[in-house]
């Protein structure tokens, strides 16, 4: 018997398949290798390979799915899939809670931190890219840093739950890139905060994003710059994250941001962006923005800079980043300078 499909020959199907599949494999190999570029001290370029095999980007898939799965399946037993907070029930109230920051070793935000081993008398740096999950390859460069950068992924992006397990195992740290509301009509994507939101929609679009991320110590901002200077907005996005016991970060993408005092109202841990490494994103920009990072860093005893997925941040840090030891400088994860904050007995910098 004959087999085809409708109108194809069997045979020009089968190699119409094999192209097909070789393609398929193709790409994903050049998916699987990545190359950052490295300037060499004595001039030219060198390029250090970073590989990344599909299998283990295929085994992040497989745990997050089954982690995803697991959530659902406690959620239909009644629970609610959330982790709370130190000195804090299940569900308060806007601005129920508040008090001191939580700062328990057994606080949610402690239990996922990346350690470090923190080289006395060296100014620290928490370095965040944010705008991780939607291009998978550039999500892959990011991860081929050297660790421990903090990764911020957006809530929408399809493979955004497998990439951020596959950082975590890389010695990366996590937060959501939470879509918030900006001045103008420039959208922040689906599921944002938007100012038209009742209170219990915010902590519910704040712990359904949340719930994709394992990992996640907390939570920054993803534009934001209308939503972040509401004080009235900022408390339930508060309540959710002491709720389960994270941190936040605030990307300041406002002067007028009042994300620092709702932290401190509710008792959550945050910090603050210091510096924009590529609003300008070309080579001499961001390392005029590292230098200030530099500044920072050794006059306060600690800086937060926060980029982006751009080609030339990617080379910049790569460069950058292996140099620090010698400036009398240490890349830390973003939760080493909120744990110096709470330990000097305040909430914000």
């Known amino acids: 018997m004959k087999l085809a499909l409708p109108g194809i020959p069997f045979l020009a199907f089968l190699r119409a398949r094999r192209s097909a599949i070789v393609a398929g494999s193709l790409a994903l ?40 799965e697991a959530r659902l399946a406690a959620a239909r037993g009644g629970g609610q899939g959330v982790v709370q907070g130190a000195g804090q029930g299940g569900g308060g109230e806007a601005g129920a809670g508040a008090g001191p920051a939580i700062r328990a070793i057994d606080a949610e935000w402690e239990k996922r931190s990346v350690p470090v081993s923190l080289q006395p008398g060296r100014g620290y740096v928490a370095i965040v890219i944010d705008d991780m999950g939607l291009d998978r390859p550039r999500a892959m460069r990011a991860i081929g840093l050297p660790a421990p950068l903090t990764l911020s992924f957006l809530p929408y992006g399809r493979d955004a739950p497998a990439l951020a397990v596959l950082a975590r195992q890389r010695g990366h740290e996590i937060l959501l890139h939470m879509p918030m509301q900006p001045t103008g009509g420039e959208s922040p994507g ?23 991320f394992g990992d996640a110590v907390g939570l920054n901002n993803h534009m934001g710059s209308r939503f972040t200077v509401d004080r009235r907005l900022m408390g339930p996005l508060m309540d959710e994250l002491r709720g389960r016991g994270l941190v936040f970060v605030d990307s300041r993408t406002a002067a007028e941001s009042q994300g620092s005092e709702a932290a401190g109202h509710a008792g959550v841990p945050m910090a603050m962006r210091d510096v924009f490494l590529d609003n300008e994103a070309t080579a001499d920009a961001i390392n005029r923005q590292l ?56 909430t914000a910098q």
Not at 190 to 212: N, Q, S
Not at 313 to 338: D, H, N, R, S
């Open 29 to 68: 190999v050049l998916l699987a290798t990545l190359h950052v570029v490295v300037p060499r001290r004595g001039g030219g370029e060198d390029i250090a390979r970073v590989s990344l095999p599909e299998e283990e980007i295929e085994d992040a898939l497989d745990q997050a799915n089954a982690a995803e």
């Open 190 to 212: 689906p599921h944002a905060l938007t100012v038209d939101l009742a209170a219990v929609e915010i902590r519910g679009r704040v712990g359904a994003a949340l719930d994709r």
């Open 291 to 346: 230098r200030e990072v530099e500044r920072i860093a050794r006059r306060r005893g600690h800086a937060v800079a926060i980029g982006h997925p751009h080609d030339a941040t990617f080379a910049a840090l790569a460069a950058w980043l292996p140099g620090l030891q010698e400036k009398g400088l240490q890349a830390v994860p973003v939760t080493t300078i909120i744990r110096r904050n709470l330990e000097r007995g305040r």
